[in-house]
């Protein structure tokens, strides 16, 4: 265990214990529960991932105070005490000298599992603690059954499905040898009975995962959240190729075949050591072949181990010692390859989180490798083998790339890349720039990216809470979100690509700001309209006027943002709609409100206006820019005031799916007075004199 601390250490201290914001979520929980808000059930805005780790956080911050080091405390304390049970749960499988080997590779870990042991994401290394512990019990279950034994159980796998469902993997491979082994040595009934018992305590050990989901609207939401991205995907897959209703099982191999490419080519790889999270090439040249090769020797020898122990088992039948079930790793490794493969997050392969139980087995087959080597060739080839495994970990920890190697830089710890913003562009490492900016203009709200936004709120300790930009754009926690205003106040936090964009849509949109370079980030403030609008002009239906739909047009002038008139079909670049004016009217801006159809918004826009003359220009025109990838209720546009007889929005884009929905079209009066100074300024400048008189 203090072997184990070091690296981990180590990797806190050259990152200067930084966070992600799905980390700073659970810092957040934490910081809640302690001030007395009602502790929460699930991970904030994620209904099927335990609080627990928060509630170990709390407990943390109460001791220490609210910080990274504190956050960061719980899931590296818990780290250490699964090197203690990797050694005894080892040690059922083999001498002490394969435990030692066991957990001295679970202290001196691939570079996967060494980031996770310090990462506070919400109970994944808290589940392969409990994971861990629940195979150690169900050893002595199989070995002989009692009733305090599966109670035992019971409890851990239903306090591991509360914390994070994937203690699915471990309870299949449990039920499945145990049951059998037990019909085996018992019969039907005692299977029926110790099913019964332990199914009874993994309830009460759950109990807060039942609690919830019965008790909130709707019932049962983390299995629609569990199973519903592959029952939406099936229904997809059915509309787009109606000859494939009813062909779920095609639909699952084709889904199973794509997973299980990503878990041997790319999972794998970075969980062995051969490359790191993120990455689809080795850190070595060959490392990940390396990798694979060590551990294919010592599944090897593995079954090697559990053949010659079923040969001398059959040849004692009177010797009623305990004997491990040695079937139970290999069953774990399966289950957990099987239900990766057909599971909706089978995708995320380049950072195999949801792949991190399979590290409570996988040193403990090495460990038992070790042990027949050391029995059958000698402690040096033994040492020689465990030798390769420590070193294929230290380098993917501490080796650099070729290319780093080349400028001379042969180690150091390796830290991994901040969370990507938007088109290669990262979360910058240090945040003190920013928050002094932020203080000296007394600002305590942002409009931001996710993986910036909750970082900010935690290490400020809420003193700056954010509005979501862009993409990711899950809602953690719906309290910091405000309306988007025209107020001066409202202030953009971007990665320099994507100020290019909102520069461009707030220029577009008719607004001025001031643009500051801090820390990384572009900081737009002063966020003002270049000319101020007057009243909502009221609108009948008979102004209204339209290609596609004509019923749903009263919708768009309804005052109620629950209904809209939609297009009447997927996108395409013939889609207009029409505001006729009887007389010229003076018109300075327009709101476009989407209601919740927010994702039907046009994906190339174009706002032109017709003058008393029946000239036409467009006051704003969207293609070529990607502004409305931003989910977004209300757009406001702003206009120099100008006469105007017609409005005409015309949809260019196109999209597969999605129909051109707006619930409110809401026109804007022109300031008369702006106007006219307007017409005086260009008149003095000379420009369109005839057309300025004229007018």
Not at 158 to 175: D, H, P, S
Not at 201 to 214: A, I, K, M, Q
Request: glycine content about 8%; charged content about 20%.
């Amino acid at each position: 265990m203090l072997i184990a601390a070091i690296p981990r250490l180590a990797l806190l201290h050259k990152s200067n214990f930084g966070i992600e914001s799905d980390e700073a979520i659970v810092g957040l929980m934490a910081k809640h529960i302690n001030e007395g808000a009602e502790v929460p059930i699930f991970y904030y805005g994620q209904n099927y991932l335990g609080s627990l780790e928060a509630l170990l956080v709390s407990g943390s911050f109460e001791l220490f105070g609210i910080s990274n080091q504190s956050l960061k405390l719980v899931p590296f304390l818990i780290s250490l005490v699964f090197v203690a049970v990797t050694y005894f749960l080892a040690k059922d499988y083999t001498t002490r000298y394969g435990a030692r080997v066991a957990s001295l590779l679970a202290a001196v870990a691939p570079q996967f599992l060494t980031l996770w042991s310090v990462k506070a994401r919400g109970g994944f290394i808290e589940l392969v603690l409990i994971g861990s512990l629940s195979l150690l019990v169900a050893n002595r279950v199989i070995w002989k059954t009692t009733t305090f034994k599966l109670c035992l159980l019971g409890l851990l796998l239903g306090l591991g499905w509360w914390v994070n469902n994937q203690i699915i993997f471990y309870a299949v491979a449990i039920y499945a040898l145990a049951s059998l082994v037990l019909l085996y040595r018992e019969g039907f009934w005692p299977v029926v009975g110790a099913t019964v018992m332990c199914g009874l305590f993994f309830v009460v050990g759950s109990l807060p995962f039942w609690y919830e989901n019965v008790t909130s609207t709707p019932r049962f939401g983390s299995f629609k959240t569990l199973f519903g991205g592959t029952a939406e995907a099936i229904e997809e897959s059915s509309a787009e190729n109606p000859g494939f209703k009813g062909r779920v099982s095609e639909f699952y191999s084709e889904v199973f075949l794509e997973h299980f490419d990503g878990l041997t080519t790319e999972a794998l790889p970075i969980l062995l050591g051969g490359r790191r999270a993120w990455s689809v090439v080795d850190f070595l040249p060959n490392s990940s072949l390396v990798a694979i090769g060590l551990y294919l020797v010592a599944l090897t020898f593995y079954v090697f181990r559990w053949l010659r122990l079923r040969v001398a088992r059959s040849n004692d039948t009177e010797d009623d010692s305990y004997v491990p079930p040695f079937s139970l790793p290999l069953l774990f490794i399966l289950s957990v390859g099987l239900i990766f493969c057909l599971s909706q997050f089978g995708w995320l392969s380049q950072s195999p989180r949801y792949l991190l139980p399979i590290y409570s087995v996988l040193f403990i087959v090495v460990g038992v490798a070790a042990a027949e080597i050391r029995r059958y060739l000698g402690i040096i080839s033994s040492s020689v083998f465990v030798g390769a495994f420590i070193l294929l970990n230290l380098a993917s920890n501490y080796v650099n790339s070729t290319d780093s190697l080349r400028d001379g830089i042969v180690y150091q710890v390796h830290l991994p890349g901040e969370p990507m913003v938007y088109e290669g562009e990262r979360v910058s490492r240090s945040h003190d720039e920013l928050y002094e900016w932020l203080e000296k203009h007394d600002y305590n709200h942002i409009i931001t990216n996710y993986w910036i936004g909750y970082r900010v709120a935690f290490e400020t300790r809420e003193q700056v809470t954010f509005s979501r930009f862009d993409q990711p754009g899950t809602i953690r926690i719906p309290e910091y979100e405000r309306a988007r205003g025209v107020r001066e106040e409202d202030v953009y936090v971007l990665v320099p690509a994507q100020s290019v964009k909102v520069k461009s849509e707030l220029a577009a949109r008719g607004f001025t700001f001031r643009e500051t370079e801090v820390g990384g980030y572009v900081i737009l403030d002063w966020v003002v309209p270049r000319s101020e609008r007057g009243e909502p002009i009221e609108l009948r239906v008979e102004q209204l006027s339209t290609s596609g739909n004509i019923e749903d047009l009263p919708a768009l002038i309804d005052g109620d943002s629950g209904t809209r008139w939609k297009y009447g079909g997927p996108q395409n670049s013939e889609m207009d709609l029409e505001i006729l004016f009887e007389e010229p009217v003076l018109i300075s801006g327009i709101d476009m409100d989407l209601g919740f159809w927010a994702h039907d918004i046009a994906s190339q826009l174009v706002i032109d206006l017709e003058d008393p003359q029946g000239k036409w220009c467009s006051n704003f025109d969207s293609r070529g820019m990607d502004i409305f990838s931003e989910s977004r209720q209300v757009w406001e546009f702003f206009f120099r005031p100008q006469l105007v007889k017609r409005i005409r929005l015309r949809q260019l884009g196109s999209h597969p799916v999605n129909d051109w929905s707006i619930a409110e079209l809401i026109p804007y009066a022109g300031d008369k007075r702006q106007f006219s100074k307007k017409v005086l300024a260009d008149a003095s400048e000379g420009e369109n004199s005839q057309s300025v008189k004229e007018n």
